[in-house]
Nanobody
Framework: QVQLVQSGGGLVQPGGSLRLSCAAS????????IGWFRQVPGSERQGISC????????YLEDSARGRFTISRDRNNNTMYLQMNNLKPEDTAVYFC??????????????????WGQGTQVTVSS
């Protein structure tokens, strides 16, 4: 069965850190571009960061620059999103995804074929 299973997330104070994990099964993440999105109620799903299959192309949303880092573990078929210096405006449901396109200019939900189940991140004191 092809799936992405997320873990991590939860409640953290402003300035804190979290690492989201996303484990793939039924397929190899090494053959896909990977990305992370987030969504707040009433808004569209927004791309945060992606990295291409080769690792040569990356995208990072402006508000995440200097704070969030996407990575993958090729041996364990897992991807991660390290989030530091979290802010209340980072509160959202976060989704991992695997797909066909990662370019440096933008992200689009339609470019991704497989999705994690989503995990809530709440930044609050």
């Amino acid at each position: 069965q092809v799936q992405l299973v997320q873990s991590g997330g939860g409640l953290v104070q402003p300035g804190g850190s979290l690492r989201l994990s996303c484990a793939a099964s039924g397929f190899s993440l090494n053959n896909f571009n990977i990305g992370w999105f987030r969504q707040v109620p009433g808004s569209e799903r927004q791309g945060i960061s992606c990295v291409s299959t080769s690792g040569l192309r990356t995208y990072l949303e402006d508000s995440a620059r200097g704070r969030f880092t996407i990575s993958r573990d090729r041996n364990n078929n897992t991807m991660y999103l390290q989030m530091n210096n979290l802010k209340p405006e980072d509160t959202a449901v976060y989704f991992c995804a695997a797909g066909r396109v990662c370019v440096s200019e933008k992200m689009h939900v339609g470019w991704y074929d497989y999705w994690g189940q989503g995990t809530q991140v709440t930044v609050s004191s």
